[in-house]
């Protein structure tokens, strides 16, 4: 299965439950406990599709960047720092002798080398500057993300306050609707950047 696809079945899901939550939400014949209650698990669910959206995505690109970019080298030097940076963390506290030597053979094991990726790493809680980075790291354009920088700096925000037990008053859908608009805008961006990205070199001169 291509990226795209594998990235767009995730979508589609989550998509499919948080437009679940809505309709709960909206139903006739709350109270207005049950409402309050509904919008927080909503709430708590959109950050949840959000985060786990992210993740997933830029998983599966640089699952498919490690099999078409051919060498590390090759990489944009943002997306080949973060491919080298377990091998460039274990330089730091060698002795010299064992340092010098990793250094040499550094082109061959690692440059010259297929790339290997660590992990996607939200830090738990995926504040807009948590998903800037990630975003540069692997070469793509972060104004959508920056352009919603408050909406999803809220949504983290009064996640945590609902994680933490704390009251946190989400009164009406229609704000509710607000920053799921936000967070589709972010996601959309996310997976049709993936898409392109992964049709320009270094990774499409290596595919076919």
């Keep these: 299965m291509i990226p795209i696809d594998i990235i ?3 979508l589609d899901w989550r998509e499919r ?3 679940a939550m809505r309709v709960l939400i909206s139903g006739p014949g709350l109270t207005n ?7 927080r698990a909503g709430w708590a669910m959109l950050y949840a599709h959000y985060e786990g959206f992210i993740k997933n995505t830029l998983t599966v690109f640089y699952d498919a960047a490690a099999k078409t970019a051919g060498k590390c080298e090759h990489l944009p030097s943002s997306t080949k720092a973060f491919a080298l940076r377990d091998a460039l ?3 730091r506290n060698l002795p010299c002798d064992d ?3 990793k250094i040499e053979k550094f082109q061959i094991d690692h440059l010259a080398s297929n790339p290997k990726f660590p992990d996607v790493d939200t830090k738990s809680n995926l504040w807009p500057e948590v998903l800037i980075d990630l975003l540069k790291t692997a070469d793509l354009n972060t104004s959508i993300a920056e352009k919603n920088e408050a909406k999803l700096r809220t949504l983290v925000s009064r ?6 037990g704390e009251k946190s008053f989400i009164n009406e859908i229609s704000y ?3 920053f799921e608009e936000a967070v589709y805008e972010v996601l959309y ?3 049709l950047q993936v898409d392109y990205r992964l049709s320009q070199p270094p990774y499409l001169a290596q595919q076919g």
């Design 8 to 10: 767009t079945q995730d």
């Design 17 to 19: 439950e948080i437009a």
């Design 33 to 39: 406990s049950q409402k309050a209650a509904l919008l």
């Design 89 to 91: 963390s274990s330089l």
């Design 99 to 101: 340092m010098l030597n």
């Design 159 to 164: 996640r945590n306050s609902i994680a933490h």
């Design 176 to 178: 509710f609707r607000g």
């Design 189 to 191: 961006d996310v997976a």
